[in-house]
């Protein structure tokens, strides 16, 4: 996801969009994030048994002096936007999550009914016919399949300019229509009545379900709300209309505040009272505050997981980091294979991961995260790949980069300048000098960091190909290899490394015509296999995130695919 997962590109640790803290308040008054800051205390919450991907963390909290249940969290940026169409980060798809209901719900990766109560699917797997319950939006207006009909279309529309777009091709005719070259109306979306919805896809996607119970781009929209706020729809709370299990009653002041939906078809299910998301900006601050009782869970920076071992808490989130290759740089280096080998060799990852992360982190040598689905286990337990030693290898390295200056008429080692662009960031600077200094050490190049802000690296740097290299990442939008290794197909808007591999191409495209799932899947692997053989990015870590959890709460479910943090269905015991 841009990401993304979901999409969206994750660019450092401490810039992932990520949802932090869970408790209640003592009192149905709360103060400010920042006024709680100042006073913050050390200390720590007492310690709490490891949750593992995809599972429950159990924890306990209590409730206000009132009785409601309250729970509190922070993220480190803002949201990228509340229109669902326009989404494309994984804290955008969280907020989505909590307040619209998809067809189906993804909860760490288990899918259930949302406003559709059943649902069929055509023998060849190309059909989707999904069929309504009685639900209704918080206006009282009744959910009609025409909303998700109008959404789909919207979200595909050229006009809409939607970032995230791409994440409907898998609907027939979606990259026509993305393109221009077809109309909105004749994508393969259909309401027949009010309580049908009829998806048509391009080619039959065994992770379709999963991807549109946690994406939120395949939300309902309302188009006479839309209509109605223009430009200034989802601008603020109360430009929208919900129809999930919560909704928002104020967006001010930095402090996004959800209260729960009662005209939400499964309310019953919903037993926290409100939600309160306030944004954070320093990590180390969000800590604090936990530790003071104003935040209930937190995510711990890297560098002080081991102050706080015993009473962490960890899952796999899905993001990979790496470094991005531009190969259409003025650099002729860059778009030889040797030199790009060279740099992979290069690199002994566990020390990066030592002095980058202090070895919170996973060291990684691979594209596609093991844990996504394989054929009948992990993709991870199915394929093995030939890759680059986690220590690297000098001498291999230094033989490529020699057969790299001899093609470009090189003599000196010392003569190589190449740059790498990273954030502002505190934690993305420091992983990029630990880069820099490896690099320099085993290769004798000289290697410049340059910072730009966050919102730059992927509004101009990334998109206009204004770099040599980048430091960037991915979440997976759906547990399946398909969702990493689509970043280098030759004509993806998010090829921002400008690779291009036509064997890659037919691999990939032809994976999305395979009914076999065993073929499909060593078509993927073999796409993963040659883009690793061309050196066409430098893989870093999978994030491995530790984070706190009040120890009052129940239900918190985390995962690796478009939503990290689910805590739509969380308890605070009293």
């Known amino acids: 996801m841009k990401r993304k997962g979901i999409l969206g590109i994750v660019l450092s640790a401490a810039m992932v ?36 991907t995809g599972t429950v963390a159990s924890a306990s909290g209590e409730t206000t002096s009132d009785g409601e249940k309250v729970f509190r969290y922070s993220v480190n940026t803002e949201p990228t936007t509340l229109d669902p169409d326009k989404a494309n980060s994984i804290g955008d798809n969280e907020i989505q999550h909590a307040i619209q209901e998809g067809l189906v719900r993804n909860t760490g990766g288990e ?58 091709e898998v609907i027939k ?32 996607t065994s992770y379709f379900l999963s991807l549109i119970g946690a994406s939120a781009q395949f939300v309902p929209v309302r188009q006479d709300i839309v209509e109605e706020y223009g430009t200034d729809y989802a601008a603020t709370a109360d430009k929208n209309v919900y129809c999930g299990p919560f909704v928002l009653s104020s967006t001010d002041n930095m402090t996004y505040v959800f209260e729960k939906n009662p005209t939400y078809w499964d309310a019953d299910s919903i037993k926290l009272d409100r939600c309160e ?98 054929v009948e286990k992990t993709y991870g337990e199915e394929y093995t790949l030939d890759s680059y030693p986690l220590d690297g290898d000098k001498d291999k ?97 998010y090829n921002y490394s400008k690779y291009q591999n036509d064997q890659v ?16 899947m060593d078509e993927l692997n073999q796409a993963e296999q040659l883009i690793l053989d061309d050196g066409a990015f430098v893989p870093l870590q999978l994030r491995q995130q530790h984070y706190l959890l009040n120890s009052k709460v129940t239900g918190v479910v985390f995962y690796f695919c478009s939503v990290n943090i689910d805590w739509v269905y969380a308890d605070i015991s009293a």
């Open 17 to 52: 969009v990520g949802m932090t803290g869970c408790g209640v308040y003592e009192s149905s008054d709360s103060s400010s994030a920042s006024s709680a800051a100042s006073s913050a205390a050390a200390g720590t919450e007492e310690s709490v048994k490891a949750s593992s």
């Open 111 to 168: 899918i259930t009914p949302g406003i559709a109560e059943s649902w069929d699917v055509s023998d060849d797997g190309l059909t989707y016919t999904f069929h309504l319950r009685d639900a209704q939006w918080s206006d009282g207006q009744p959910v009609k399949a025409q909303d998700f009909v109008y959404g789909l279309q919207r979200l595909m529309d050229p006009d809409t300019a939607s970032e995230y777009a791409f994440i409907g």
């Open 173 to 204: 005719n979606g990259a026509a229509v993305e393109s221009g070259d077809m109309k909105p109306e004749e994508l393969g979306v259909e309401a027949p009545d009010d309580k049908t919805v009829v998806i048509t896809l391009e080619n039959p």
């Open 277 to 374: 998301l306030s944004v954070v900006t320093d990590d180390n601050t969000a800590l604090a505050l936990y530790e003071s009782g104003d935040l209930d869970y937190v995510k711990i920076p890297t560098d002080q997981v081991t102050n706080y071992e015993g009473q962490d808490q960890s899952y796999m989130n899905g993001n990979e980091d790496y470094l991005y290759i531009n190969e259409q740089s003025d650099n002729p280096l860059l778009s030889d294979k040797n030199f790009r080998l060279a740099l992979n060799y290069g690199l002994d990852r566990n020390s990066y991961i030592q002095l980058a992360t202090n070895n919170v982190y996973t060291a990684a040598n691979t594209l596609v995260m093991p844990l996504v689905s394989g």
């Open 397 to 493: 390295a230094l033989d490529y980069l020699q057969k790299a200056m001899d093609d470009q008429g090189i003599a000196n080692a010392s003569d190589i300048t190449i740059t790498l662009t990273t954030t502002d960031q505190e934690s993305s600077k420091k992983i990029a000098e630990v880069v820099q200094e490896l690099w320099q050490d085993t290769l004798g190049i000289n290697v410049e960091v340059q910072q730009v802000t966050y919102a730059n690296i992927y509004g101009e740097v990334l998109p206009n190909g204004d770099y040599e290299i980048a430091y960037a990442g991915w979440g997976p939008d759906y547990s399946d290899p398909y969702t990493y290794l689509d970043l280098f197909r030759g004509d993806n808007p």
């Open 505 to 520: 191409d037919e691999l990939l495209k032809a994976s999305q015509t395979e009914t076999d799932a065993k073929t499909r």
